[in-house]
Nanobody
Framework: QVQLVESGGGLVQAGDSLRLSCAAS????????MGWFRQAAGKERELVAA????????YYADSAQGRFIISRDNAKNTVYLQMSNLKPEDTAVYYC?????????????????WGQGTQVTISS
């Protein structure tokens, strides 16, 4: 399995931006579709954004559409989540996820690996 390590979380104010990074190791990164999930306190984990193995297609949850951008650099084995215009309701632990898939579109239905999570807190 691929190992995933997230970074970039923190405490910011509403309206600010953050960029999360997820570094992968252990397997061929480009064999994997990647995604970011989040889990707020007392809520189920939800998919925020996903990107295909080659970066040519991406999926965004309605809550992320227009504010978040997922990208990947296969040469650096890293996936990013650029978050803008953050809102208090974006507060959650954000998890990086990998699914071995060459599908054009994926919503990471069958995740192979998870990162440990990074806390994102948005103050109003």
């Amino acid at each position: 399995q691929v190992q995933l390590v997230e970074s970039g979380g923190g405490l910011v104010q509403a309206g600010d931006s953050l960029r999360l990074s997820c570094a992968a190791s252990g397997r061929t990164f480009s064999d994997y579709a990647m995604g970011w999930f989040r889990q707020a306190a007392g809520k189920e984990r939800e998919l925020v954004a996903a990107i295909s193995w080659n970066g040519n297609s991406a999926y965004y949850a309605d809550s992320a559409q227009g504010r978040f951008i997922i990208s990947r650099d296969n040469a650096k084995n890293t996936v990013y989540l650029q978050m803008s215009n953050l809102k208090p309701e974006d507060t959650a632990v954000y998890y990086c996820a990998a699914e071995r898939s060459f599908a054009t579109n994926t919503m990471l239905i069958s995740v192979d690996s998870w990162g440990q999570g990074t806390q994102v807190t948005i103050s109003s």
